[in-house]
């Protein structure tokens, strides 16, 4: 490491990939700073994965409390009282002390805080307001954006950003959007008693998700009160009677009290400068990166949302530390980005990792499918109803399970488990194998015996 910068290795960004490649470098001995100009833990921790699985703890109490009435519980009244209020307020309050644990993480470590926009000028320097720091190395883990449709009246759509900081709840409200926020978010705004219309242009949301765990999702939700209107579009928003007024392509209306575009979220690449220094970057303005993370300059290194690999935190955890190790460490390791497993946080929930059934049959036909569904052994004395759905893609000429895909409670923490044993490589028999653990839902994953009829 040479002492001819001010730093071995300045990074751009203190969300989830950033925090963590400025803290392993700087265990390794790098002179590290992070630059950033918003909020340490970035999209993560302030507004993302940690204040919406809060948000859904919150609106899932309402389930709960309907729920209570089956075992014999009374509340006070039908279906107790919400104050989002104090939602937000104790959602700040955790998220200002996750701030504060990130801080002294980085200053543990050794690693400088610059506040500020940071713009590169050359290959080893960048300007922080009136300060020009030179590094070593630059990596930009900057993150990504909402990204808003350019349609009459965008200035009126609320993004997941501004929903976190919401002074009141509306009675009613629309998502726009058919991808992971907007249905996370639709039932939120369900499950905290507002009247829910999510609005997704195409036959059905969730698109790259296996097809039945998306029929499934649609049916619960509808369930649930949430009325999804598919092959649509939002053509305009402007002010109304009941707060906005929306005008479909189908040429029907629609007044509500609020809408959240949901429609996708872009690299955050504004400011930096890498257009004036030829830093390549894709059509749709993700940086371009090699194994190594390396841009096109060769000094310059990228990581996370902003190069358009999985929008995921431990996406970008992981390869912070495949960066850290190579740049500082022995060298070694590589990303891997087979079998992610991933949850999405609607209600229920789903869980999935590995490849859906129609990827699966793209690639060979000697495919078996196992799938249950059923009501979870809670709902039947709450009176819910509410389903389960499991289902397992196994090749089968090797018995090899490809894909596990679950809609149902907890449903990331039960896929969490199987990723590991499908990701070693394990067969329908070795799940076949395996007692189950009863009497749970998961159960069911090592309980499939039959495979539905092709
Ligand atoms: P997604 O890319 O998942 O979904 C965007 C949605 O907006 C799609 O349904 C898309 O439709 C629709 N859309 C895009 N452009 C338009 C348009 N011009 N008009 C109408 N609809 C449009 O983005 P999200 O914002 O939901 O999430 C971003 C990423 O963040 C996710 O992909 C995920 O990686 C990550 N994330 C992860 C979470 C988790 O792990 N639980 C939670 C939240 C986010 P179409 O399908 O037709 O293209």
Redesign the pocket.
């Known amino acids: 490491m040479t002492q001819q910068f001010d730093y071995d290795l300045v990074v751009i960004g203190a969300g989830s990939g950033g925090v963590r490649l400025s803290r392993m470098s700087a265990g390794r001995g790098a002179r590290v700073a992070v630059v950033e100009n918003r909020y340490l833990g970035g999209t993560c921790v302030n507004v993302?994965?940690v204040p919406?699985k809060l948000f859904v703890y919150g609106a899932h109490i309402h389930d709960e409390l309907e729920d209570a009435a089956g075992y014999g519980w009374r509340l006070s009244t039908d279906h107790g009282q919400f104050d989002w209020p104090t939602l937000v307020a104790n959602k700040n309050t955790e998220i200002e002390r996750l701030n504060g644990i990130y801080r002294r993480l980085l200053e543990g470590a050794g690693v400088e805080i610059i506040e500020g926009t940071a713009r590169l000028t050359d290959s080893h320097t960048l300007v922080v307001g009136d300060r020009v720091v030179t590094a070593e190395r630059i990596a930009i883990a900057t993150g990504g954006w909402?990204?808003l449709?350019n349609i009459p009246g965008k200035e009126y759509l609320l993004t997941s950003n501004e929903m976190f900081y919401l002074p009141q709840l509306p009675g009613e409200a629309v998502v726009?959007?058919?991808?992971?926020?907007?249905v996370?978010f639709a039932g939120i705004l369900a499950g905290l008693g507002v009247r829910t219309t999510l609005i997704?242009?195409?036959d059905l949301?969730l698109?790259g998700f296996d097809d039945d765990v998306r029929q499934f999702v649609a049916t619960e939700m509808r369930k649930k009160g949430v009325d999804l209107r598919f092959n649509v579009?939002i053509e305009s928003v402007a002010p109304g009677e009941r707060g906005y007024h929306l005008l479909l392509s189908d040429g029907s209306t629609l007044d509500t009290g609020l809408v959240m575009a949901?429609?996708?979220?872009r690299p955050l690449t504004d400011g930096l400068g890498l257009d004036a220094l030829g830093v390549a970057m894709d059509k749709q303005g993700y940086i371009q990166v090699n194994d190594d993370f390396q841009t096109s300059m060769p000094s310059v290194y990228a990581l996370g949302d902003v190069i358009g690999t999985?929008?995921?935190t431990p996406v970008a955890l992981a390869q912070a530390m495949v960066l850290s190790r190579r740049l500082y460490g022995d060298g070694q390791g590589s990303m891997d980005y087979k079998m992610i497993p991933?949850?999405?946080?609607c209600q229920p929930p789903i869980g999935t990792v590995g490849l859906t059934e129609a990827e699966a049959r793209e690639r060979t036909d000697n495919i078996k499918v196992f799938r249950t569904e059923f009501r979870p052994m809670k709902y039947t004395m709450s009176g819910r109803d509410e389903r389960c759905l499991m289902k397992l893609v196994v090749d089968g000429d090797s018995d090899k399970v490809l894909g596990a895909h679950m809609v149902g409670a907890d449903a990331g923490e039960i896929i969490q488990g199987l990723a590991v044993a499908i990701k070693a490589g394990a067969t329908k028999a070795d799940f076949d194998g395996t007692l189950g653990i009863h009497p749970t839902s998961a159960e069911e994953f090592v309980t499939m015996r039959e495979p539905v009829a092709p």
Do not use: S
């Open positions: 993302g994965c919406k909402p990204f449709p726009w959007g058919g991808g992971y926020i907007a996370e997704y242009r195409g949301f698109r579009n949901a429609t996708g979220r999985p929008q995921l991933t949850a999405v946080f």
